[in-house]
């Protein structure tokens, strides 16, 4: 079935620094998404995106968070600077349309933050 | 907010037994759909069940649940577990007009030979 990539899987870097995760949709989606995961807690919506607009976003989703996808390219998630609590499991969706649609999800970036 | 709780964190079921999954949800909206995303190891979460309508059973791949409004659950249930159906299970809904899914915890299954 469709997939969604997510590079790379695993992230580890120093507070205060960037850091960027790339997710590749699928092909013919329109609607991607960021949620979080810290460990043993669930999965959080942070923001969705359509046609280069932030659409909805969280409470989550700080100052810090960005999100783009320049010229359908990797739709990305950029934190600029990293706190220690943006450690997590971060993970990429895309759907065909708004909505109850389908979701469908990429297997997640694990982001440290030391 | 929107919220969805699974009460269980492990559920451990002997192959060929039956398993249900509890979750129970609140929402504020009256529009609403309701699913069901399994993840197995180190693999994406995916979908396994989608339902909007109130009392109508849902299937796919063996497992089904039904969406009871009545008591605010959507149960995950299956009558014969597999070996291969080890994996975590989350609920979740979406709300009104919204795309953002809002998830349970998960319910790891664990199925033993």
């Known amino acids: 079935g469709p997939k969604v990539l997510q590079i790379p899987s695993h992230q580890i870097i120093d507070m205060g620094q960037m850091v960027t995760l790339n997710c590749d949709p699928v092909s013919n989606h329109l609607y991607f998404y960021w949620y979080k995961q810290i460990l043993g807690q669930q999965m959080e919506f942070l923001v969705n995106?359509?046609?280069?607009?932030?659409?909805?976003k969280s409470k989550l989703f700080k100052d810090q968070f960005s999100v783009e996808r320049p010229d359908g390219s990797y739709f990305t998630l950029k934190i600029q600077p990293t706190a220690l609590e943006d450690s997590a499991v971060y993970f990429c969706?895309?759907?065909?349309?708004?909505?109850?649609?389908?979701?469908?999800f990429g297997p997640g970036t694990r982001l440290t933050v030391l | 907010g929107d919220s969805v709780t699974q009460t269980e964190g492990l559920v451990t079921v002997t192959e060929g037994l039956p398993v249900m999954l509890n979750c129970t949800y609140q929402t504020a909206y009256s529009d609403v759909a309701f699913f069901w995303y399994v993840q197995y190891l180190n693999e994406a979460p995916k979908l396994l069940l989608r339902s909007s309508t109130d009392n109508k059973r849902t299937e796919h791949q063996g497992f089904h649940a039904t969406l009871h409004k009545s008591s605010s659950s959507f149960h995950l249930q299956k009558s014969s577990v597999q070996l291969s159906d080890s994996a975590l299970y989350y609920c979740?809904?979406?709300?009104?007009?919204?795309?953002?899914?809002?998830f349970g915890k998960g319910t790891k299954l664990s199925v033993k030979s």
């Open positions: 979740a809904l979406i709300g009104g007009s919204n795309a953002k899914l809002t």
């Open positions: 995106f359509y046609n280069g607009k932030v659409m909805e």
């Open positions: 969706a895309s759907s065909r349309d708004w909505g109850s649609y389908e979701q469908y």
